[in-house]
């Protein structure tokens, strides 16, 4: 079990390809559902361009140095509620993994933009990834201000999310960056300015939604993949510049190059989606990544509403983990067909990976959260969704887990004796990342399925997103899309699943049969009711039966905390099960155990009062006599 533990923290990702013969009649039946709310999407709900920040990025790869000249133009609005003069940006690079050569940005120089330009001061903070800028003028709410910054992104030769990897002779060097220019922090009320360094322990990544603008300029051999839409591309005969832009808002730019490149694109809707690869992967991506991008579009945009957006890449990309996402743009690296052709994963990886990462344009990209403090938020729901892509297109939940979430999840405590709520910061639990985000949070959500019905679950996500896309969401705004299309309040439900350490650990506190009344008193405990701050709600299968091992109840309970039951039996019981299957939260210390059973039953005979029994044996004996003296003066009377 440890080593299937270790499986899921390292690596989530499954897949095998097969055409969706059912799964496009269920796309289409989410569609026609009329209890599911159709989507708006109308202009309005897109952020008007005077109430966003504008970023004007331009960057030339140097491509012998592995180093990024460039600029950026940042006309920055405060949308907060306080007044500013200074500002920080981060400059992720120098934290990612390297073998031999650091990622680093270093500033050149950060000026106004008007003419004659002033130079503005500022101070970089390489160990915290951070610069603050000194601004010319104290920024009111509502109010934008702009600058320029120069510098130099040093590309590290690692295997995290900007690198360079690969050879030209093997026609497999890629260049591959991300957070290559200094981003601005976003400023909350929980944290004010999030000036978290990057980390290694989950995805680094907040920030808020911006106008871009993109010029890159590579060799004129190369291709690029790049978040937005290609606008132009020029050639000077050495070197073409690529133009991009997104048309909407995005949280960031990503980009991807390189000599070797197979692409391959088609229309879906009004989205062009494309995939680039390299030569050696074509067995795995030809065609068969295209279709799994398509499938995954599709359905997402039918289940949760529409991606706004007209390009979707999918590219493949250097990495020590399976996919990375970024608006527009998602990777899955190589080591995913290293590991399918070696053995050691499922061919089912690779297209849990390309659902997955599209997953998260609905989960992260167009409705942000804070990575750090929330950062279960979108993996949580990412892993729920692609689970839900197994279930439409190849008929089971289940279908991309190795281990079942369920099964892991009931035997966590077992295994690890320690408590694991959803509901916390990545930094209180760094070493439960991967369990948290990837296998019990989706769990969760399940249950919330399951016990709120698929019509008003599905009709909750897509209100949900609608709500927040475009904005930053955390748990409690979940809860009250799920509460405003329930008509419910939900505390019930969300606050164990998401609050509680521990799951519920039920044992058969009393059980009591009454032989003369013929009733059964039933008290199932929650062992750790005591430890949980909140007491879990769910029902579950309840099976009696009698000496001849004849079933006499039948039938779904709900057990809510401590509970007592009391039924009328036709005859007498011999034993009690409580069967946990269909997703029953329970902790357990066997793996794949399906029930808890009792054959304990305190039987209570019936009991007779003495003074009864006297009063009995008197009213035999006067009602005896009197019949006697009747019998006597009835005769004397005769003769």
């Given at each position: 079990?440890?080593?299937?533990?270790?499986?899921?923290?390292?690596?989530?990702?499954?897949?095998?390809?097969?055409?969706?013969f059912?799964?496009?009649?269920?796309?289409?039946?989410?569609?026609?559902?009329?209890a599911?709310?159709?989507?708006?999407t109308?202009?309005?709900?897109?952020?008007?361009?005077d109430e966003?920040?504008?970023?004007?990025?331009?960057?030339?790869?140097?491509?012998?140095?592995?180093v990024?000249?460039?600029?950026?133009?940042?006309?920055?609005?405060?949308?907060?509620?306080?007044?500013?003069?200074?500002?920080?940006?981060?400059?992720?690079?120098?934290?990612m993994?390297?073998?031999?050569?650091?990622?680093?940005?270093?500033?050149?120089?950060?000026?106004?933009?008007?003419?004659?330009a002033?130079?503005?001061?500022?101070?970089?903070?390489?160990?915290?990834q951070?610069?603050?800028?000194?601004?010319?003028?104290?920024?009111?709410?509502?109010?934008?201000?702009?600058?320029?910054?120069t510098?130099?992104?040093?590309?590290?030769?690692?295997?995290d999310?900007?690198?360079?990897?690969?050879?030209d002779?093997?026609?497999?060097?890629?260049?591959t960056?991300?957070?290559?220019?200094?981003?601005?922090?976003v400023?909350?009320?929980?944290?004010?300015?999030?000036?978290?360094?990057?980390?290694?322990?989950?995805?680094?990544y907040?920030?808020?939604?911006?106008f871009?603008?993109?010029?890159?300029?590579?060799?004129?051999?190369?291709i690029?993949?790049?978040?937005?839409?290609?606008?132009?591309?020029?050639?000077?005969?050495e070197?073409?510049?690529?133009?991009?832009?997104?048309?909407?808002?995005?949280?960031?730019?990503?980009?991807?190059?390189?000599?070797?490149?197979?692409?391959?694109?088609?229309?879906v809707?009004?989205?062009?989606?494309?995939?680039?690869?390299?030569?050696?992967?074509?067995?795995?991506?030809?065609?068969?990544?295209?279709?799994?991008?398509?499938?995954?579009?599709?359905?997402?945009?039918?289940?949760?509403?529409?991606?706004?957006?007209?390009?979707?890449?999918?590219?493949?990309q250097?990495?020590?983990?399976?996919?990375?996402?970024?608006?527009?743009?998602?990777?899955i690296?190589?080591?995913?067909?290293?590991?399918?052709?070696?053995?050691?994963?499922?061919?089912?990886?690779?297209?849990?990976?390309?659902a997955?990462?599209?997953?998260h344009?609905w989960?992260?990209?167009?409705?942000?959260d804070d990575?750090?403090?929330?950062?279960?938020?979108?993996?949580?729901?990412?892993?729920?969704?692609?689970?839900?892509?197994?279930?439409?297109?190849h008929?089971?939940?289940?279908?991309?887990?190795?281990?079942?979430?369920?099964?892991?999840?009931?035997?966590?405590?077992?295994?690890?004796?320690?408590?694991s709520?959803v509901?916390?910061?990545?930094?209180?639990?760094?070493?439960?990342?991967?369990?948290?985000?990837?296998?019990?949070?989706?769990?969760?959500?399940?249950?919330?399925?399951?016990?709120?019905?698929?019509?008003?679950?599905?009709a909750?996500?897509?209100?949900?997103?609608?709500?927040?896309?475009?904005?930053?969401?955390i748990?409690?705004?979940?809860?009250?899309?799920?509460?405003e299309?329930?008509?419910?309040?939900?505390?019930?439900?969300?606050?164990?699943?998401?609050d509680n350490?521990?799951?519920?650990?039920?044992?058969f506190?009393?059980?009591?049969?009454?032989?003369?009344?013929?009733?059964?008193?039933?008290?199932?405990?929650?062992?750790n009711?005591?430890?949980?701050?909140?007491?879990?709600s769910?029902?579950?299968?309840?099976?009696?039966?009698?000496?001849?091992?004849?079933?006499?109840?039948?039938?779904e309970?709900?057990?809510?905390?401590?509970?007592?039951l009391?039924?009328s039996?036709?005859?007498?019981?011999?034993?009690?099960?409580?069967?946990?299957?269909?997703?029953?939260l329970?902790?357990?210390?066997?793996?794949?155990?399906?029930?808890?059973?009792?054959?304990?039953?305190?039987i209570?005979?019936?009991?007779?009062?003495p003074?009864?029994?006297?009063?009995?044996?008197?009213?035999?004996?006067?009602?005896?006599?009197?019949?006697?003296?009747?019998?006597?003066?009835?005769?004397?009377?005769?003769s």
């Open positions: 079990m440890k080593e299937s533990f270790r499986l899921v923290l390292g690596f989530l990702f499954v897949s095998a390809f097969l055409m969706p059912v799964g496009n009649a269920a796309i289409e039946n989410i569609r026609e559902n009329p599911i709310p159709k989507m708006q109308s202009p309005s709900q897109v952020p008007s361009e966003l920040s504008h970023l004007n990025l331009t960057l030339r790869l140097d491509e012998p140095r592995s990024l000249e460039g600029s950026i133009i940042i006309d920055y609005y405060n949308n907060d509620p306080i007044a500013f003069s200074q500002l920080p940006l981060h400059l992720y690079p120098s934290g993994l390297y073998e031999n050569r650091t990622g680093r940005i270093d500033i050149l120089n950060v000026t106004t933009t008007e003419t004659p002033t130079t503005l001061t500022f101070e970089v903070l390489q160990d915290e951070l610069m603050w800028i000194d601004l010319d003028e104290v920024v009111q709410p509502g109010e934008f201000t702009e600058f320029k910054i510098f130099n992104t040093t590309i590290p030769d690692g295997l999310r900007g690198n360079v990897n690969g050879e002779n093997e026609q497999s060097r890629i260049f960056m991300s957070s290559c220019y200094p981003i601005p922090c400023y909350d009320e929980w944290d004010q300015w999030n000036t978290d360094p990057y980390v290694a322990f989950s995805d680094p907040y920030f808020d939604m911006a871009y603008d993109f010029r890159i300029s590579v060799p004129d051999e190369m690029v993949a790049s978040t937005g839409n290609l606008l132009s591309s020029e050639s000077d005969g070197s073409t510049t690529y133009h991009f832009n997104p048309g909407l808002p995005v949280r960031e730019l990503t980009f991807s190059a390189s000599r070797y490149f197979r692409s391959e694109c088609m229309l809707g009004e989205v062009n989606v494309s995939t680039f690869y390299l030569p050696n992967s074509a067995p795995e991506w030809d065609s068969a990544a295209l279709n799994m991008a398509k499938q995954s579009l599709e359905l997402f945009n039918a289940t949760f509403g529409v991606y706004p957006y007209s390009t979707l890449n999918v590219v493949e250097w990495g020590y983990y399976g996919g990375m996402e970024y608006p527009c743009q998602v990777y690296t190589h080591r995913v067909i290293e590991r399918i052709r070696e053995g050691s994963y499922w061919p089912r990886f690779f297209e849990l990976v390309i997955h990462e599209i997953g344009e989960w992260s990209q167009l409705v942000g990575c750090i403090d929330w950062g279960f938020m979108d993996e949580m729901i990412t892993c729920w969704s692609h689970s839900y892509y197994a279930e439409i297109y008929g089971d939940w289940e279908y991309f887990q190795y281990d079942r979430y369920v099964d892991i999840v009931r035997n966590f405590y077992h295994e690890w004796e320690i408590g709520p509901n916390m910061s990545h930094y209180e639990r760094t070493d439960l990342v991967g369990y948290i985000d990837y296998t019990k949070g989706p769990l969760m959500m399940e249950k919330l399925r399951l016990a709120l019905g698929h019509e008003t679950f599905v909750s996500l897509r209100y949900y997103f609608e709500e927040f896309k475009y904005k930053i969401a748990l409690p705004d979940l809860q009250n899309a799920f509460e299309v329930s008509g419910k309040n939900l505390d019930w439900l969300f606050l164990p699943l998401f350490p521990y799951l519920p650990n039920y044992d506190q009393s059980l009591v049969y009454d032989v003369g009344t013929g009733v059964l008193s039933i008290t199932v405990e929650d062992l009711e005591v430890t949980n701050p909140y007491s879990y769910q029902k579950m299968p309840l099976r009696v039966y009698d000496i001849n091992d004849q079933s006499i109840i039948n039938e309970v709900w057990i809510n905390g401590t509970t007592t009391s039924y039996v036709s005859s007498q019981p011999s034993r009690v099960r409580l069967v946990y299957g269909d997703y029953v329970v902790q357990l210390e066997e793996y794949g155990n399906s029930y808890l059973e009792t054959r304990t039953i305190v209570v005979e019936p009991t007779i009062d003074l009864f029994v006297f009063v009995g044996v008197l009213s035999v004996v006067v009602v005896g006599s009197l019949l006697v003296l009747f019998t006597i003066i009835r005769r004397k009377r005769v």
